[in-house]
């Protein structure tokens, strides 16, 4: 199972990352959202996966038992689809916005606010 699911993380690593390296606004927002994903699921993987005894310590005992699943990675991931829903939210409304602004998504054409005439900057230091 734990196999299965690396795959799928480096799957998801490499689509996101070919999403973002396009030109077109929206291809990099879903890359980044993809991303997100592919860390909560990576962080879920490495949280060792088992499902044979829930992480609720008995009155018996003061610590949690052999085999049980760790809560922080669970913890960790529920914080962060809350964050990253409202992230890509704010990227779904900015995404709009300039579309409506400039009419279009191509990050080359939005370049409406830099001057055309200006010498191109210093490349090396």
């Known amino acids: 199972m734990e196999f299965v699911l690396s795959v799928l993380v480096g799957l998801f690593f490499t689509a996101a990352i070919y999403l973002m390296l396009s030109r077109h606004s929206v291809r ?12 909560n699921l990576l962080i879920f993987t490495t949280g060792r996966i088992t499902g044979i005894v829930p992480p609720i310590i008995p ?3 003061e610590t949690l ?3 049980t699943a760790n809560p922080l990675p669970q913890a960790l991931i529920l914080t962060a689809i ?12 900015l995404t709009y ?10 990050t ?3 370049r409406a606010a830099e001057p ?4 191109v900057p210093p490349l090396g230091y």
Request: hydrophobic letters at 45%; zero cysteines; proline letters at 4%.
């Open 82 to 93: 809350v964050i990253s829903f409202s992230f890509f939210a704010f990227l779904l409304v």
């Open 108 to 110: 080359d054409d939005m």
């Open 59 to 61: 009155d018996t005992m």
């Open 116 to 119: 055309k005439d200006q010498p």
């Open 28 to 39: 990099i927002m879903l890359g980044i959202s993809i991303l997100g994903n592919a860390v």
């Open 97 to 106: 916005r300039s579309y409506q602004d400039l009419n279009t998504d191509d």
């Open 65 to 67: 038992p052999g085999g």
